[in-house]
């Protein structure tokens, strides 16, 4: 029978090969774009300024998510069960304590963010601390830490620059072509055929990296909430806060595409269709709910 413990393996492997596709997409729009101006240079940079994109963005992530999403630091004394919760779990993590951080929001909803474990930090909005007792903060706590401790943060970056990046080298393949860039391989041999491959790459090449970039991002929620589980050994808090944050279907004041998929739960309060599910940063909560309790 699946446990706690298979579904993060699964979940792990799930990742890193979503990745490595990710990865092979950068490739392959690199090589025939090479192979379509004769110029090997451009596979080259392609590397490049992924890696620099990566590295700013990473480097910067905790300031910058922090920021769009309006948080403030969360005061020790006024929060003080809040600033115990999160020391509590961090010990039992083997996690330095992470900055504590209040979004004043009547929605109920939470993230981690930061480059690494020393700079971490932990934003939960005003209404989750109304709604939720303290087994399920504890929950919800322990989701984000484990966040923290699964490296989650890299993942998500890497996976939201890698997104944009090939958006953006698509797009100025098909501007380029539109105006004439490039031409000039089109009547050597074959160069034809790399031209529609390059342009059906360029056209399609965004929409598979935005599936796979919240197809890693809803692995890496599955991810938390059973090594969150795994920290409190109490899934039922996590699964009972999910479904109170469930029931909340009003969205946050303050929204941001760039940091949705931090947040514990979909900041615009959706609700899923089948279609749907494929464009969400984040699974069902029911689904979620079922794969803690193992029903």
Known sequence: MATLYTQQS???TKTWLLMTIFFGIIIAIGFIFSQIYNNQYILYAFFAFS?????VAYWRSDKIALKQAGAIPADPIQY?????????????AGLPKPRVFIINDPAPNAFATGRDKEHAAIAVTTGILQILDRNELEGVIAHELSHVGNRDILVSTVAVVLAGFIAIASNAFLHGRMF???RSNDRESGGGVLVL???????????????????ISRKREY???ASGALLTRYPEGLANALKKIGEYSQPMKKQSNAIAHLYIADPAG????AFAKLWQTHPPIADRIRVLLNK
């Open 10 to 12: 699964k979940n792990v």
């Open 197 to 215: 491959i390059g342009i059906l790459l360029a056209v399609l090449a965004p929409i598979f990296a935005t599936l796979i970039q919240l197809a």
């Open 270 to 273: 959706k609700k899923m269709s």
């Open 51 to 55: 890696i620099i994109m990566n590295i």
């Open 180 to 182: 004439g860039g490039g």
């Open 80 to 92: 003080k069960d809040l600033h115990n919760i999160v020391e509590n779990l961090s010990i039992t």
């Open 223 to 225: 991810l938390a909430d």
